[in-house]
């Protein structure tokens, strides 16, 4: 781990970081003493005057007291406002997209609630697939440089990719589906548990012509083991297109039921389908799709099956598994599953 600083050595730079990790790993309070000279030497690596460096900044930031002959005590953990770990983030453009754009602010939110630095990185495309290290501008270098003591990524990194950080020693959680996941943590949708269970409560509720809604060949091919036939549409003008596609079709062969974990598809299907039919709106599928707590959706249909996510929960999931395995804690799953709870069937 090497930080840049424009007047601090590096060392020092890094010895001060690692002080405050460590206060911040083991929830010292004021009054706690830090541990001796030679146990901070032989666990950091560096030596006392390097040590002594940091130990003065923190004590001049108000962080530590050093008391002659005594010890180095804890004065305020908080003082300064200081940080210890720098992580990165990975993520797609947010450009139309409110869900990317919230889940990444409370990543950023939550890093900051536990002291930590957080470098956001955006991919420079909208292409599909596992991404390299260099679609993010900067995050390439951040990983060589050791910039950075790990890594939250929205988007799923290629093996390369993901070889280049293990060789660093720098640790990597993926958070998004399951049937996209990468890396050796993970905080993952159960897409295909959404699948089935949404499919099981449209059928019950009379529906016999059930597809789901892809943003992606490649997505639709994924989820092939859901049995359930799809369309694929990008973004809201994606839904749009298949809204005019299905009522281009007789109705009979018209699907009932439709499936989606794509929230901007959704809306921009339902929109369409009002538009075309009005005033008189007489093909109306019922739809199982996600709400999330935070964006606070409504649809103009009683005609929902909704599932809730609460954007919050799942990235502080991903925070702390990150940081639980940078400090050194026993992973016992390194793969975290995030399920929807339904809310409302009418």
């Known amino acids: 781990m090497t930080r840049f600083h424009k007047t601090l050595p590096r060392k020092v730079e890094f010895a001060r970081d690692a002080l405050v990790t460590l206060i911040h790993d083991r929830k010292m309070v004021s009054g706690d003493r830090l541990p001796a ?90 292409v599909s697939g596992k991404a390299e290290l260099s679609e993010f501008p900067g995050l390439e270098q951040a990983v060589q440089e050791h910039s950075c003591d790990g ?58 012509r059930i597809i789901q809604l892809a943003v992606s060949p490649e997505q639709l091919s994924s989820r092939s083991q859901s049995r359930i036939p799809g369309l694929i549409g990008v973004s809201y003008e994606g839904g749009a297109a298949i809204a005019r596609q299905l009522l281009a079709l007789p109705e009979t062969e018209r699907p009932d039921g439709i499936i989606s974990d794509d929230d901007i598809l959704v809306s921009g299907f339902l929109s369409e389908l009002f538009a075309s039919q009005l005033p008189d709106i007489r093909y109306l599928p019922m739809i199982a799709t996600i709400v999330h707590r935070e964006l606070g959706e409504r649809y103009p249909s009683g005609r929902m099956l909704l599932y809730r996510q609460d ?35 009418i």
């Open 151 to 208: 890594v939250i990524t929205l988007c799923p990194f290629s093996e390369k990719a993901l070889s280049v950080m293990g060789k660093q020693g720098i640790r990597c959680c993926f958070i998004g589906d399951d049937d996209r996941e990468t890396g050796d943590l993970g905080v993952v949708i159960d897409v295909a548990r959404f699948l089935e269970d949404a499919r099981e409560e449209l059928q019950r509720s009379g529906c016999r």
């Open 311 to 345: 954007i919050e929960e799942y990235s502080g999931l991903a925070v702390n598994l990150l940081l639980s395995a940078l400090r050194g804690k026993e992973i016992a799953d390194p793969r975290v599953v995030y399920r929807f709870k339904p809310v409302k069937n």
């Open 37 to 126: 000279y030679s146990v901070l030497r032989e666990n950091l690596g560096l030596g006392s005057q390097t040590i002594a460096g940091a130990v003065n900044l923190l004590s001049d930031a108000g962080v530590l007291e050093v008391r002659n002959k005594v010890g180095i005590f804890v004065k305020d953990p908080d003082g300064g406002l200081l940080t210890g770990r720098t992580i990165a983030v990975a993520v797609r453009p947010i450009e139309g997209s409110a869900y990317g754009a919230t889940l990444c602010a409370f990543i950023q939110k939550q890093l900051s609630e536990r002291n930590c630095r957080c470098l956001t990185f955006f991919r420079s495309s909208h």
